[in-house]
């Protein structure tokens, strides 16, 4: 094993070879769910983090100078502009591409392990994280599912009045807070738009407590947030 860790042509194959295999299942995984960066994506950054860590090795096994570290260093700061290229912030204030984001500077974290030789934690990420983004993501779900509190975009028709709104949600013991107005348009057309944070007040399901705002008379439109 210790001879694997040396920089050799078989060792550098065979790092390579775990980055693209590490970083493809990881990509693949996010592919498959239509995320913003895909299979190629992960696959690159894992390789280009192993490259600069196999390459830092180098010059300090050759040159016998240098930090082993220093190069690896750059890639966990830089790979930062790359994962603030997935971030998006919708019409409606939120933010996508947080996950994504983390990803990819993990899955170059995992390649500089896999760049340096230090396959068992490199392996040990690679599963984690695949875990986090499967497992994780299930674990979501459940919560989003069943939690009382939601943030929703609303349009209302202008023919009923926000307080008529306000005063049916009311009566279906539903909270309102943080009512925010939109900007651009809020009071244009033939709706106002404005995004609230809803709560239910009785044990009822997520799904149920959507559903029963949807069909509020006055209700055009409702994306939850």
């Not at 550098?12 to 590490?22: P, Q, T």
Request: hydrophobic content about 45%.
């Amino acid at each position: 094993m210790l001879v694997m860790r040396e920089l050799t042509l078989t060792s550098i194959f065979i790092r390579m070879l775990m980055a693209i295999l590490l970083g493809g299942a990881i990509g693949t995984e996010r592919r498959l769910k239509n995320r913003p960066a895909g299979l190629r994506t992960y696959v690159l950054v894992c390789i280009g983090a192993c490259t600069v860590m196999i390459t830092n090795q180098y010059v300090c096994q050759v040159f016998g100078s240098g930090d082993p570290v220093r190069m690896g260093a750059q890639v966990v700061s830089g790979v930062g502009f790359l994962g603030a290229g997935t971030i998006m912030v919708t019409s409606h204030n939120q933010i996508r591409g947080l996950t994504t984001a983390a990803g990819l500077w993990a899955t170059a974290c995992m390649g500089l392990a896999v760049g340096i030789g230090l396959y068992e934690v490199a392996l040990i990420g690679g599963v984690s994280i695949l875990a986090v983004f499967a497992l994780m993501n299930e674990w979501n779900d459940y919560m989003r599912k069943n939690v009382h509190t939601s943030d929703v975009y609303i349009e209302l028709d202008k023919k009923v009045s926000l307080g008529d709104f306000l005063r049916n949600v009311r009566e279906l013991d539903i909270e309102l807070s943080n009512v925010q107005m939109e900007r651009e348009g809020a009071f244009t057309g033939d709706v106002v738009s404005f995004i609230v944070t809803v709560h239910g007040k009785k044990h009822c399901k997520h799904d149920v407590l959507i559903r029963m705002i949807r069909k509020i008379e006055g209700v055009a439109y409702l994306e939850e947030l």
